[in-house]
T-cell receptor
Framework: GIQVEQSPPDLILQEGANSTLRCNFSDSVNNLQWFHQNPWGQLINLFYIPSGTKQNGRLSATTVATERYSLLYISSSQTTDSGVYFCAVEPPSNDYKLSFGAGTTVTVRA | SQTIHQWPATLVQPVGSPLSLECTVE??????LYWYRQAAGRGLQLLFYSVGIGQISSEVPQNLSASRPQDRQFILSSKKLLLSDSGFYLC??????????????FGPGTRLTVT
């Protein structure tokens, strides 16, 4: 099956810092989503971005499908940004089944 | 708008006992439904998915089963729990192809501890 690798596995930031999270995938994809898992376990949808660039407030994401990677940018980080960020992809199988990376654990310190 | 519910939120069960976790979706019809499990400190693993009532596909062999008795209801079950069944169970839904976007949306999860 498709392989999804996220880096770095852990990231510690000072409040106000910027950061970039990376997601590499081993095959073409129909769907790519970024999620934030909060301390209570809830998975929050950040971006649906199989290609191109999107921005939502302090977060933005870029997917370069031809090179099989996606980047999530966090600017001016806040303590509420702490949690685990997951990249998930769906290969072109028409089944809408997502394969998840192992996640990047982000800790933002005040 | 659509919402997804899961219950119970937390559950502690002894080894060998049965299990039933429920997931319901409101505000949409004919969704695709999914069950995932997340072990502590790990990513999500897809367990089952369903494209319609009574239609269940299993992704991994295991001690669990799933059923879809109604269009917007998805149930995860086990006859006899194992210690290895402990984890965080998440239900998710998407629109059917051609009926909306392709994003997958997750419920709040059930944290299961088998003792």
């Amino acid at each position: 099956g498709i392989q999804v690798e996220q880096s770095p596995p852990d990231l510690i930031l000072q409040e106000g810092a910027n950061s970039t999270l990376r997601c590499n995938f081993s095959d073409s994809v129909n769907n790519l989503q970024w999620f934030h898992q909060n301390p209570w376990g809830q998975l929050i949808n950040l971006f649906y971005i199989p290609s191109g660039t999107k921005q939502n407030g302090r977060l933005s994401a870029t997917t370069v499908a031809t090179e099989r990677y996606s980047l999530l940018y966090i600017s001016s980080s806040q303590t509420t940004d702490s949690g685990v960020y997951f990249c998930a992809v769906e290969p072109p199988s028409n089944d809408y089944k997502l394969s998840f990376g192992a996640g990047t654990t982000v800790t933002v310190r005040a | 708008s659509q919402t997804i519910h899961q219950w119970p939120a937390t559950l502690v069960q002894p080894v060998g006992s049965p299990l039933s976790l429920e997931c319901t979706v409101e505000g949409t019809s004919n969704p695709n439904l999914y069950w995932y499990r997340q072990a502590a400190g790990r990513g999500l693993q897809l367990l089952f998915y369903s494209v319609g009532i009574g239609q269940i596909s299993s992704e991994v062999p295991q001690n669990l089963s799933a059923s879809r008795p109604q269009d917007r209801q998805f149930i995860l079950s086990s006859k006899k729990l194992l210690l290895s069944d402990s984890g965080f169970y998440l239900c998710a839904w998407t629109h059917l192809p051609g009926q909306g976007g392709y994003e997958q949306y997750f419920g709040p999860g059930t944290r299961l501890t088998v003792t």
